[in-house]
């Protein structure tokens, strides 16, 4: 026998997975035969399906099912972790209703990305103008390639002075972004997705586009450093999924993504950021939006682009009043941004930078800076900044309503990922990644000066009860024990 003993690293990766799958499978139960009462798979399946009982199952966590709650019905069976709550009926045989969202991937277009084989005519149709632009190529007919004219848009919206949540990667999720409507948020959209992750049909990256019922106006965010990959993204985007606009992050400061020439990187590639703009352009029946900083160093170069973006077809632009080289260790220069909203007239630009009460949003509405705001550290931190800015008030939020903000997050997250272990691990994940932004919040009865900088780091404190002390703790345990209150 030739055949290599696997690694010692590879046997205890190897060894983490089944214990991973042995514990979110019920300790070695079919997922899917404790759910439905049936599997596909049926004598093949290598989990169990005979002997499934509760004594199989972890301790339920107290609360109701989040499913039977709204619902009726809960398609988690045995899996369910609020099992207690659901009365006789322990296993079901519905499908999931996953409620008030959408844009889910339908399993026909997710097998033909795969493939390769989802069409892509208006896709095609640029790249072929775009070599001829290059070549001097004629059309199939031998006559010259003029202008490609965009499709008639379907849908226009409104960006007079609207408050924009920033899509923020991991913390951004769709039970947040519920959250920040509730306080007032006009627009959202979301997490950063990847376009060539889209076009391979992955599940994870299409589930970065999923919206709910109450968010009336949505976008999604794309990042890439192709103009064919963008465009096809754009279009497949713009068919099978219901959104009100497509944005191009062009501001994204990770490494592995500037290394690869997106986000940020394309500030300094005009050529380029051009060809992925027109691109868009000519695909979408939607508006186009682009998201950029003041330039990839100190050397600024937004005030140059903004009025291109606008002679392209863009139809709105959101400028971060700081560069890629500095990240967050200056303010937000909001000079430089009215500057820059002045050159981009008649297009909409809003700014994002520091935003964390209503007042500095009364000063730039006072000196006509911008057209609207996005919001994106600030709403992590207050989330209810939302509210303040549209009723022009400081909210002095007690500890018990900050703790049922999170209690309501909890409801929204299971919905979301599942009432199953998996589910459960989602919910308190995400949560603990916002708390590491909402303990910075100080207490507007504590402060001395009104209002909180959002570049001020106060010493430790003592809240006003046991809860909002807790809350201001910079101690992941604590954080942890939020979570399991």
């Known amino acids: 026998d030739n055949s290599e003993e696997p690694s010692k690293s590879k046997r205890k990766r190897s060894g983490k997975r089944a214990r991973r799958l042995v514990e979110l499978n019920l300790r070695g139960t079919c997922n899917t035969f404790a759910k439905t009462g049936q599997c596909p798979y049926g004598d093949k399946c290598k989990f169990r399906h005979v002997g499934i009982s509760?004594?199989?199952?972890?301790?339920?966590?107290p609360g109701t099912c989040p499913f039977i709650e709204r619902d009726g019905t809960c398609s988690f069976g045995l899996t369910c972790r609020f099992l207690g709550s659901h009365g006789e009926k322990k296993v079901f045989d519905e499908a999931r209703n996953n409620g008030a969202q959408t844009?889910?991937?339908?399993?026909q277009v997710g097998k033909q990305l795969r493939r390769r084989q989802y069409p892509f005519p208006l896709s095609t149709r640029f790249r072929k103008w775009m070599a001829a632009q290059e070549n001097g190529d004629d059309d199939d007919e031998g006559k010259p390639l003029g202008p490609i004219t965009p499709p008639e848009k379907r849908k226009t919206v409104d960006w007079a002075d609207k408050l924009y949540l920033a899509p923020l990667t991991t913390v951004g999720n769709l039970p947040f972004?519920?959250?920040?409507?509730?306080?007032?948020?006009?627009?959202?959209?979301?997490?950063?997705?990847?376009?060539?992750?889209?076009?391979?049909g992955q599940s994870s990256e299409w589930a970065l586009v999923r919206r709910h019922e109450c968010e009336d106006v949505f976008g999604a965010q794309v990042c890439g450093n192709n103009a064919d990959i963008m465009a096809r993204c754009a279009e497949v985007l713009s068919k099978e999924t219901d959104i009100d606009f497509i944005d191009i992050n062009l501001g994204c400061p990770i490494d592995l993504v500037f290394n690869s020439g997106a986000g940020s990187s394309l500030l300094g590639r005009r050529k380029r950021l051009n060809e992925i703009v027109k691109g868009?352009?000519?695909v979408l029946d939607i508006p186009l939006t682009t998201k950029?900083?003041?330039?990839?160093?100190?050397?600024?170069v937004a005030h140059a682009l903004v009025p291109q973006f606008r002679d392209l077809g863009v139809d709105m632009c959101t400028l971060h009043g700081r560069s890629r080289q500095q990240r967050y260790q200056k303010l937000a220069d909001w000079a430089y941004i009215k500057e820059c909203a002045k050159a981009a007239a008649p297009m909409p630009l809003y700014g994002n930078g520091d935003v964390l009460s209503f007042e500095?949003?009364?000063k730039a509405r006072e000196e006509n800076a911008t057209s609207g705001f996005m919001v994106a550290r600030g709403a992590l931190i207050k989330p209810w900044v939302f509210t303040e800015i549209k009723e022009t008030?400081?909210?002095d939020i007690s500890s018990t309503e900050r703790f049922d903000m999170l209690k309501e997050f909890t409801k929204f997250g299971l919905e979301h990922w599942g009432s199953d272990t998996r589910g459960v691990e989602n919910t308190r994940?995400?949560?603990?990644e916002w708390l590491s932004f909402l303990y910075r919040y100080i207490p507007v009865g504590l402060l001395e000066t009104l209002p909180q900088r959002i570049n001020q780091r106060p010493p430790p404190f003592l809240g006003r009860d046991d809860l909002e002390t807790k809350m201001a703790s910079p101690a992941s345990a604590d954080w942890v024990e939020i979570t399991e209150m």
């Open 54 to 61: 509760e004594a199989d199952r972890p301790a339920d966590l």
């Open 103 to 107: 844009n889910f991937l339908k399993p």
């Open 393 to 395: 008030r400081h909210w």
């Open 177 to 200: 972004r519920r959250i920040c409507k509730g306080f007032g948020v006009d627009i959202t959209c979301g997490e950063m997705a990847m376009a060539k992750n889209i076009l391979q």
């Open 429 to 432: 994940r995400y949560m603990l």
């Open 292 to 300: 950029i900083r003041t330039g990839v160093s100190e050397k600024r």
């Open 280 to 282: 868009m352009v000519s």
């Open 360 to 362: 500095e949003v009364v």
